[in-house]
């Protein structure tokens, strides 16, 4: 069982621990496997990667740059990609050349999907035929699992950033309020009309409406009378 999300790490940490421990895991559990490399990405052509040996790395790498080769097949088509030898492999040309100058000799890769997240696991042999049990074994139970906990991780993350947005507007809705006050004595308009000066400020000056709203308090009204007249005729 993975350990339970750290959630006062950032998002960033938690999730490359996530990544790392997975590959790890993995390797561990196929007995005839030399190394993992697992990668995840979400919503986004950057894809992160993390292997447990470096000389593995360059073989994810050169997938996600040329976009082919067997994670690029895996996340097409959605199930494991293997092959048995690839010395016999007439797929993937210079993914093929790669891993046979590193030693490799076969290789799986997993696809998992969970709300936008998507993560494969790939694992390599020394030896060819050595492989396939680790589709449907603890591999792939395990793989699933993490996948869902980053799924997980992301909904938390989005929830924190939902509630620091709805108390930053709950925080700021007085002085808008109040500078609407201002601005509708100055104008002599309905407070819609008023706050929409205030947003038309805002957007032309590419400040915070509450900064808006501030500077409008601080200053009473004073001196924004013609200002505030040109920015509501434009508003309307």
């Not at 350990?3 to 005839?32: F, I, K, N, V, W």
């Not at 006050?181 to 706050?195: K, P, Q, T």
């Not at 009204?221 to 200002?227: F, K």
Request: glycine share 6%; aromatic share 2%; net charge neutral.
């Amino acid at each position: 069982m993975l350990p339970e999300p750290e959630h006062q790490e950032s998002g960033t940490t938690s999730t490359a621990r996530r990544l790392s421990l997975l590959a790890e895991q993995s390797m561990r559990c196929a007995p005839a496997c030399c190394g993992a490399v697992a990668t995840i990405s979400g919503n986004g052509p950057e894809r992160r990667v993390s292997a447990t040996h470096p000389d593995l790395a360059p073989l994810a790498s050169v997938q996600l740059a040329r976009n082919d080769g067997p994670i690029p097949s895996a996340l097409d088509a959605g199930e494991p990609v293997d092959t048995d030898d690839l010395l016999t492999e007439d797929r993937w040309p210079g993914y093929r050349a790669l891993a046979l100058a590193a030693g490799v000799r076969s290789c799986v890769t997993l696809p998992f999907r969970r709300s936008g997240i998507e993560v494969t696991v790939s694992l390599y042999g020394y030896r060819p035929h050595s492989l396939q049990p680790s589709v449907c074994g603890p591999v792939s139970a395990l793989a699933g699992e993490t996948t869902t906990a980053l799924a997980r991780d992301r909904r938390y993350r989005a929830a924190l950033a939902e509630v620091e947005h709805l108390e930053t507007a709950l925080r700021s809705r007085p002085v808008i309020d109040q500078a609407s006050g201002i601005v509708m004595h100055v104008l002599a308009c309905e407070s819609a009309a008023a706050f929409a000066v205030l947003r038309t400020i805002s957007q032309r000056t590419n400040r915070k409406l509450a900064d808006v709203a501030e500077a409008v308090v601080r200053a009473k009204g004073r001196g924004l009378e013609s200002e505030l007249s040109a920015l509501a005729a434009s508003a309307d």
